[in-house]
């Protein structure tokens, strides 16, 4: 091969590589989202115990927030805690899944990732941040029902799977989910 074609094979190489990388990950397809709205429409579950589910079932039940304490503290993923990052701690959804919390009272919702373990309050299905209690509006109460649809789930497999939330957001939210959760799962 001549040192003139090996230069244009090494530019296109280099052209082309970058943008198979950069490509977004494939939409998700129509028995994912078919899943996604029958689990929307079956009624959120109240965990029992600490056994991680991956089934993308909404849960139920109350919700609390990380006091000052914990600023900077290691969390179970490795990362340090950010009192003003949308994350969240759940004793049974994967470390890694995206949620839309809804506070019951109000109606406000949140969505948060999951980067903790905890609370280890019976009743009590997540710890917020600080921010995403103003967010939900409950911080004078400090404890308030509500609903967790997880949006993305990561799965044993590498693989992630539309959970219940993602029936109710639109496909912008879905891809962004599907990014994040992907992304905590390297």
Same mark, same amino acid.
């Given at each position: 091969?001549?040192?003139l074609?090996?230069?244009?094979?090494?530019?296109? *190489?280099l052209?082309?590589?970058?943008?198979?990388?950069?490509?977004?990950?494939?939409?998700p397809?129509?028995? *994912?989202?078919k899943e996604?709205?029958r689990?929307a429409h /079956?009624?959120?579950?109240?965990? #029992?115990?600490?056994?991680?589910?991956?089934?993308g079932r909404a849960?139920?039940?109350?919700?609390?927030? #990380?006091?000052?304490?914990?600023? &900077?503290?290691?969390?179970a993923?490795?990362?340090r805690?950010n009192p003003?990052a &949308?994350i969240?701690a759940?004793?049974? /959804?994967? /470390?890694g899944?995206t949620a839309k919390v809804?506070?019951l009272?109000?109606g406000?919702?949140a969505?948060v990732q999951?980067?903790?373990r $905890?609370p280890?309050?019976?009743?009590?299905?997540?710890?917020?941040?600080?921010?995403?209690?103003?967010? /939900?509006?409950?911080?004078?109460?400090?404890v308030?029902?509500?609903?967790v649809a997880?949006i993305?789930?990561?799965?044993?497999? $590498? *693989?992630?799977?539309l959970?219940?939330?993602?029936a &109710?957001?639109?496909?912008?939210?879905?891809?962004?989910a599907t990014?994040?959760?992907e992304?905590? *799962?390297?």
């Open positions: 091969m001549s040192p074609r090996w230069a244009v094979a090494i530019v296109l *190489a052209n082309i590589a970058p943008a198979a990388r950069a490509a977004p990950p494939p939409a397809t129509q028995a *994912a989202q996604a709205q689990l /079956l009624p959120p579950v109240v965990p #029992y115990g600490s056994r991680i589910d991956h089934s849960e139920k039940g109350r919700v609390s927030y #990380y006091g000052r304490w914990f600023d &900077n503290r290691k969390m993923d490795g990362k805690f003003n &949308n969240a759940s004793k049974t /959804l994967p /470390l899944t809804t506070n009272r109000n406000k919702t969505t999951v980067e903790d $905890g280890w309050i019976r009743g009590r299905v997540v710890d917020v941040t600080p921010k995403v209690a103003n967010e /939900l509006d409950f911080r004078k109460q400090g308030v029902p509500v609903v997880p993305t789930v990561p799965q044993p497999d $590498g *693989a992630v799977k959970g219940a939330g993602a &109710n957001v639109s496909p912008q939210e879905v891809e962004k990014q994040e959760t992304a905590a *799962a390297r």
